[in-house]
């Protein structure tokens, strides 16, 4: 079976296909740096039917390639290995429908597991990812404590999950660094909508203060 390796960083993905080579000798790895370059090699491959994902390829979004790829293989089996393991790349990755999660801090075997996994029709999501979807799952009764939390990232994700539309533009704008003024000029609100809205984020997310609102927005993955 084909599988084709998507990552701008020649060290690492050649250096994996090497690897993996070892751990799973009956498949043959391609490669590929740019999405075009991906989009290429399976219009040439008609047996490639899985890719393993960076989310950020150069300038490039992984999940805008993987739409890309999608429109020439729309049944390609898709597992992400990613540097990224914040719930809101995790989230935008699960809600794309991709096959496996794994993080390229995974052993090796891990990550040969994932490919052995998702290669066979099957799913494979490291822990990361799964404390994700059991946020989402449960987020309301974790976050109101009726359901256990493996940890405060995963708290933190279920309180964010409680917040309306509008909160979460809210709670976006502040851990840019906007102001209450500046987000109700942006937004054509009333200052006193904005402040409720900040105090609805405050409150739900349990944070207390602009030094807490930043350090979540940066375990969340907002930047």
Same mark, same amino acid.
């Given at each position: 079976m084909k599988v084709l390796l998507i990552d701008d960083h020649n060290m690492i993905r050649e250096s994996l296909v090497l690897a993996l080579k070892k751990e799973c000798p009956d498949f043959d790895f391609l490669q590929a740096s740019t999405g075009d370059e991906a989009k290429e090699i399976l219009v040439k491959n008609d047996d490639c039917k899985m890719i393993v994902l960076d989310l950020q390829v150069g300038k490039e979004n992984g999940l805008f390639i993987l739409s890309e790829l999608r429109a020439v293989r729309p049944e390609i089996k898709t597992l992400v290995c990613s540097a990224f393991s914040e719930p809101l790349?995790? $989230?935008?990755?699960?809600? /794309?429908?991709?096959?496996?999660?794994?993080?390229?801090?995974? *052993?090796?075997?891990?990550?040969? #597991?994932? !490919?052995?996994?998702? /290669?066979?029709?099957?799913?494979?999501?490291?822990? $990361?990812?799964?404390? !994700?979807?059991?946020?989402?799952?449960?987020?309301?009764?974790?976050?109101?404590? #009726? #359901? *256990?939390?493996? *940890?405060?990232?995963?708290?933190?994700? /279920?309180?964010?999950?409680?917040?309306?539309?509008?909160?979460?533009?809210?709670?976006?704008?502040? /851990?840019q660094g906007f102001s209450v003024s500046e987000i109700a000029q942006k937004l054509g609100k009333s200052i006193k909508t904005v402040e409720n809205q900040r105090t609805a984020v405050y409150e739900k997310m349990e944070i207390h203060g602009m030094g807490e609102l930043a350090e979540g927005a940066r375990i969340l993955g907002y930047y």
């Open positions: 790349t995790v $989230e935008n990755a699960i809600s /794309a429908k991709v096959q496996g999660y794994i993080t390229k801090t995974s *052993d090796l075997s891990e990550i040969a #597991l994932a !490919v052995k996994m998702v /290669a066979s029709g099957k799913e494979y999501f490291c822990t $990361e990812a799964l404390n !994700v979807m059991k946020a989402n799952v449960n987020a309301s009764k974790i976050a109101s404590g #009726l #359901l *256990d939390s493996p *940890d405060r990232t995963t708290r933190l994700f /279920a309180n964010y999950k409680k917040l309306s539309p509008k909160e979460k533009e809210c709670f976006g704008l502040l /851990a």
